[in-house]
């Protein structure tokens, strides 16, 4: 990547020459720059955190100079309730065409029957298939939370567990892996309307057969939420649950590399209620900004270098799991098949809040997590996940992983030290500069 032509690793697509003076300062946003200096700075200091620090929280990204470019422009201004030819606005022609290119792009990359690009988050796209395809109190079947699963497969504060009965399968104890036949002897007792499969922090590849087949015994819809791992499966490094559930829905920023956002794909018997269920019923309003950045992402989802991020995301969690390992780390399911991993604290002595706050010292950003049988609690649980998709598309590889396995082991190891927390800090700054961010030049 070169921070000059404003692009990732993986993009393809025609530089842009920087022949702007001064680059000491970032001289992108220059209209938010001439009239806003207060917020401008607070732009450049999340600029300067984001280039700052190794970013291994699993679920962000970064978006590239294209997207964010489709994103920042004055398709904001239009309202488009509706679907492209059946808007409930006039002067909808040309949002029409940007929506249509997104949709078949996203039916194309993932061979889907119908793809829906209006959801504005996860959760809004979770949202609208339960309720095509629900009613409130239907029993729906989804992985324990704080076994990795997400917030809307039921917790009781979010609406999935108000509004619908959700009960959980688990991991096996002694593995920490998903066990198909106590999912399946699960499904017989709760006998739900619903499946939905999907995490936010499992290490491992779901059997989606294998939850078809328990869908279809017990007469239940199967959701394949890949909101995580959709990026993996778009660049060929994981397997599709396209061709087994009746709904897959996934986030577009996070392994997809694109704006904030979210789509769903379904069979096409489902296409109608799905775009109805998301407006009106959950959203006013699509994004056409956000549709269009949607459309720029999945271009580079169909690139060949697409498919090489894909897998190099893969092999450099493998390399950190495997660095992480060899130090003596414990890692919950002893490893990872995706792009994410959890640590388990114990071993240390330590919890995750504490963790998390000496490692944003130390520059490198994780996040407290759950684990099965982790015994702390979901505000400050035993362990942290880890996952490779960002520092991934600022072009390290294998040994860099390698290189931050050792940075976090030796902060494990003295978490109070100040020596090892400066040091660490050192060479983290060292290995963000040598592989910066593509923005600073890109308008
Ligand atoms: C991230 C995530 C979502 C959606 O989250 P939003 O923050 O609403 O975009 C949904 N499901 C899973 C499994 C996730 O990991």
Request: proline letters at 7%; hydrophobic letters at 40%.
């Amino acid at each position: 990547m070169s921070p000059v032509d404003g692009r990732l690793p993986g993009d393809s697509g025609t530089a842009v020459a920087d022949d702007r003076p001064g680059d000491d300062r970032f001289n992108a946003k220059p209209f938010v720059r001439a009239t806003d200096p207060e917020l401008a700075a607070l732009l450049d200091a999340e600029l300067d955190r984001q280039e700052q620090t190794l970013e291994l929280i699993p679920s962000e990204n970064l978006a590239s100079p294209a997207v964010l470019d489709a994103l920042g422009s004055w398709l904001n201004n239009k309202y488009a309730e509706g679907t492209p030819g059946k808007r409930y606005y006039g002067g909808c022609q040309v949002v029409d065409q940007i929506e249509i290119l997104a949709r078949d792009r996203a039916k194309e990359l993932f061979g889907a029957e119908h793809a829906n690009v209006q959801p504005h988050s996860g959760t809004q796209a979770n949202m609208a298939v339960y309720q095509s395809a629900l009613e409130p109190g239907d029993r729906v079947l989804g992985m324990a939370l704080d076994q990795g699963g997400h917030l809307t497969h039921g917790s009781p504060v979010s609406f999935s567990g108000k509004i619908y009965h959700f009960e959980p399968y688990f991991v096996s104890e002694e593995t920490g892996v998903l066990d198909m036949d106590a999912v399946r002897r699960r499904a017989l007792e709760v006998m739900p309307k619903m499946i939905v499969a999907g995490y936010s922090s499992y290490p491992r590849i779901l059997d989606f057969p294998a939850f078809a087949e328990i869908a279809k015994e017990v007469n239940a819809l199967l959701l394949v939420d890949m909101a995580h791992f959709a990026g993996l499966v778009a660049g060929g490094a994981h397997p599709s649950p396209v061709p087994h559930a009746d709904f897959v829905t996934l986030t577009t920023h996070k392994t997809m590399r694109g704006p904030w956002g979210a789509i769903i794909l379904c069979k096409a018997q489902h296409a109608d209620s799905v775009d109805k269920s998301v407006v009106p019923g959950v959203q006013g309003g699509p994004h056409p900004h956000g549709m269009a950045a949607k459309a720029v992402m999945l271009h580079q989802c169909l690139q060949p270098e697409f498919r090489t991020y894909a897998r190099q995301v893969v092999a450099n969690a493998a390399a950190l799991a495997r660095g992480l390992r060899a130090r003596g780390a414990v890692l919950t399911t002893g490893g990872t098949e995706n792009h994410l991993m959890v640590i388990d604290l114990r071993p240390y002595g330590l919890r995750g809040r504490a963790v998390q706050a000496a490692f944003d010292e130390a520059g490198i950003t994780v996040n407290a997590n759950t684990f099965p049988g982790h015994g702390g609690t979901p505000f400050n649980p035993n362990g942290i996940r880890l996952g490779s998709p960002s520092v991934t598309s600022r072009g390290m590889q294998e040994p860099e992983m390698d290189e931050i396995a050792g940075l976090i082991v030796a902060l494990l190891e003295d978490l109070e030290g100040r020596a090892t927390r400066e040091s660490v800090r050192g060479r983290s700054l060292d290995l963000c500069r040598r592989f910066p961010l593509p923005y600073r030049s890109a308008a």
